[in-house]
């Protein structure tokens, strides 16, 4: 049994990148909470991740904002909540964000 991302060929090939690979592989799933306070920040660090870059998808909308950083080689998310960038009367607005990490 073999575990990770399949990737299929058009010459009908597969190749299975493992999480300890250096390709780009899905990492996990992460979700983040509204505090209800504009302007709240929450850093995340991704110490499982040090030496590698993450690149972040958000696929489900939320009341979030993030940024990716590095610091001293732990990548981190820093989520800022919407509403700390003028979004104050949306007429949707999400209870939390899930961001999908994708690691190099």
Request: proline share 5%; hydrophobic share 35%; charged share 15%.
């Amino acid at each position: 049994m073999s575990y990770g991302l399949t990737t299929y060929k058009i010459d009908g090939t597969t190749v299975v990148l493992q999480p300890s690979t250096k390709s780009g592989v899905f990492g996990e799933a992460y979700t983040i909470t509204k505090s209800g306070t504009a302007g709240f920040q929450t850093i995340v660090e991704f110490p499982q991740y040090t030496g590698r870059s993450i690149r972040p998808m958000q696929l489900r909308p939320g009341g979030h904002v993030w940024y990716v950083g590095i610091v001293n080689n732990i990548p981190r998310i820093t989520f800022t909540e919407n509403s700390a960038i003028g979004v104050t009367s949306a007429s949707f607005y999400y209870d939390d964000t899930v961001v999908y990490i994708f690691v190099k």
